[in-house]
């Protein structure tokens, strides 16, 4: 077992749509600034330009990119992109990863349009592993990343159980929050998946604070009521490491005993705040969990 892995910053939470200005390579001098020197890259296109900016920071800032973010099909039939089932799409995403010195691509949901479905799910599972066994041809290996919806159960059986079992050239890249949120411990699920693991996203949990119009609620609006009730419903957040209610420590510790290599800080939402802020909390929280070498 490996004596300590590396912590990175998954993109997605500084991805160009969350920024007024993206610059891949002036993205990453921030990073490094505070302290990070490896990224998951997500939710940026990956065009000339921004392939050059992350390659460029391989060369002169000593950043790591651990992973990069492919789909097997369309998330909803015609959706623009790029796809691993697409020959074309399929050799420019491995040049992709070659150019950046990544040996591992990550799917970051299954398709919309198996959800629901045992017999959808299964067709899925077939698809993954198959181009799984293309990737490893190239020296690359695939990840499924989870989030709440594949804790549904299916003759008793998790979603991802399903995929794991049905789909052994897959590795799984798990997350933290989204495994609570589906309503496992995070410690022991980690566990359950040893072997499987190379990528684990770190990701805290909390209740946000629940706002209560002024002057109270008039019961006898039926929508002022339900409005309401919908923000009771809905005040679980995303939250920077060590600020919220997860065990971060031990489920590091899980995730490396059970293979992990990369852990890599995600917040979907830093709720006005500036995802740089975000992210130096979270990497200042877990330098005091005794992780500071681990940048």
Not at 31 to 38: A, D, M, P, R
Request: net charge negative; glycine share 10%.
């Amino acid at each position: 077992m490996a004596q300590k892995g590396l912590i990175g910053v998954q993109m997605s939470t500084i991805a160009p749509a969350k920024m007024p200005k993206f610059d891949a390579f002036e993205s990453m001098q921030k990073l490094t600034e505070i302290g990070y020197h490896c990224i998951e890259i997500s939710q940026v296109p990956m065009t000339a330009e921004n392939v050059a900016g992350f390659r460029r920071s391989i060369d002169e800032l000593g950043m790591n990119v651990s992973s990069c973010t492919a789909s097997v099909a369309p998330m909803v039939p015609g959706m623009p992109g790029e796809y691993l089932c697409e020959p074309e799409d399929f050799k420019k995403i491995v040049d992709d990863c070659k150019a950046l010195d990544c040996d591992m691509l990550r799917i970051g949901m299954l398709p919309m349009t198996c959800m629901g479905s045992y017999e959808k799910t299964m067709n899925f599972a077939k698809q993954a592993d198959e181009i799984a066994a293309k990737l490893k041809e190239e020296g690359i290996d695939l990840y499924y990343h989870n989030h709440h919806i594949e804790f549904v159960k299916y003759d008793g059986k998790y979603l991802l159980d399903i995929i794991k079992d049905n789909a052994p050239n897959i590795g799984f890249e798990l997350d933290t929050h989204w495994i609570h949120f589906g309503g496992e411990d995070p410690v022991s699920f980690i566990k359950r998946y040893a072997g499987r693991i190379r990528l684990l996203h770190l990701k805290d949990y909390r209740i946000g604070e629940m706002q209560v119009p002024e002057g109270g609620i008039d019961v006898s609006n039926r929508e002022a009521m339900m409005k309401f009730m919908g923000g009771f419903k809905s005040v679980v957040q995303f939250a920077e490491v060590g600020e919220g209610t997860l065990p971060i420590k031990a489920c590091i510790e899980a995730g490396l005993a059970g293979g992990a290599e990369y852990f890599l800080v995600e917040q979907d939402d830093c709720y006005g705040r500036d995802p740089f802020e975000s992210l130096k909390i979270s990497h200042d929280n877990l330098v005091k969990l005794g992780f500071g070498d681990w940048f």
